[in-house]
């Protein structure tokens, strides 16, 4: 069984058109495999939460191919072997913070008592046990992120994405917060790639890539076994 999750070869993904396109990611040849830690780091604008979104499967390519070897077609990968922790606010409203994360467990197919275990286990995890019964509109957006988290984990992914995953949190909650994040990973086996601003975060990660106007330069410092 082949080791490889994704698989991109020249991706390319433009927005608007003719003289006014703007290429999000141009030309990006890329694999994840079944372990990796990888950090995505560059400026505002360089093209990561467009590389995390193609490999999520919520976005196609223009040009070029995406795959996911060992993980099924795209339709297939949310909510079930890909996970994604969003930047920005992607709680449900009307739903509690507990609702939130056990809801990806339960759309798999989950009885409840799976979907709610798991979802109670990841909230303690990330430091939300306590705010299970509020809704999103009660939380800070350091809060609402872990919840986010939480959430992802919750569902038990074999590829988790997450899109500045501390940047609503100060410095050492955020090294906590992503200590408990690459632990999870380790006890899980899951791959996990994270796009982040943070020299000290991307520090951690033993595979880092960078991005700069679109143009992805991939660095191994040291893969995972």
Known sequence: MTDSLVRAREVT???GGGSSSVAGLAGASFEIEAGDRIAIV???????????????????????????????PAETLRPGPVAMAFQGPSLLPPLTVLENVELPGLLMGWDEDRAREAAEAACRRFD?????????????????????????????PRLLLADEPTGQQDRESGARLMGEL?????????????ATHDPAIAERFPIRWALEGGRLRTEVVLRSA
């Open 13 to 15: 993904r433009t927005y």
């Open 182 to 194: 690459l632990a999870w990973a380790d006890g899980s086996s899951a791959s996990i790639v994270v």
């Open 42 to 72: 560059g400026p505002s604008g360089s093209g990561k939460s467009t590389l995390l979104h193609l490999v999520a499967g919520v976005d196609r390519p223009t040009e070029g191919t995406i795959e996911w070897p060992a993980l099924g």
């Open 128 to 156: 939300v046990a306590e705010l299970a019964g509020k809704l999103p509109e009660e939380l800070s957006g350091g809060q609402t992120q872990r919840a986010g988290i939480a959430r992802a984990v919750a569902a038990e």
